[in-house]
């Protein structure tokens, strides 16, 4: 019985499941009645898959009547680490429609992105969202991406030390 927990906690440590392909009955050897037959399992190990990474975001062409700008704010220390607050601001979108906004910065050694999930524009088809961007490395590009339901608007920039 140790054997068998054993080599279960070593196949679920390794992320592997056991899938039970077959089980059946075998008659024990001669000498013993046909009453108590031994079942066997035969089982076979599976690696599973890693789950998706996320669905990368194209930007579409600009439409003529959207337009975003990002807004810096005031710099702030926390835990000797700097910090740029910024204000997304969008108009042109449709009115009360539900965007996603994804902020995406990538450095040399460092990578960053925050979502926002379900922001609603006003009855003019307006938004705003504040974030707050890490200043730890020197000229990070920056891409902001708003999915609504005519495209991918985006805007790009650049934060410096």
């Known amino acids: 019985m140790k054997g068998w927990r054993l080599i279960t906690l070593f196949l679920a440590f390794l992320m592997l499941t056991i899938y039970v392909v077959d089980i059946y009955a075998v008659p024990a050897a001669s000498s013993k009645s046909m ?7 035969v089982v076979q190990p599976t690696i599973v898959p ?13 439409l003529s009547d ?20 910024i204000q997304v601001e969008g108009m042109g979108f449709a009115p009360k429609e539900k965007l996603y906004i994804v902020v995406e910065g990538h450095g040399q050694s460092q990578g960053e992105r925050t979502e926002f999930f379900d922001i609603k524009t006003d009855s003019d088809g ?26 991918v608007a985006c805007a790009s920039f650049t934060t410096g030390q």
């Open 35 to 41: 009453d108590s037959p031994t079942i066997q399992l």
């Open 66 to 85: 959207i337009s975003i700008q990002i807004v810096p704010g005031a710099r702030s220390e926390k835990r000797s680490s700097f910090f740029q607050s």
């Open 126 to 151: 307006v938004f705003t969202v504040d974030d707050s961007l890490p200043l730890d490395e020197p000229n990070m590009q920056w891409q902001v991406y708003v999915v609504h339901q005519r495209g």
């Open 50 to 62: 890693p789950g998706p990474s996320p669905t990368p975001i194209v930007c579409t062409r600009n």
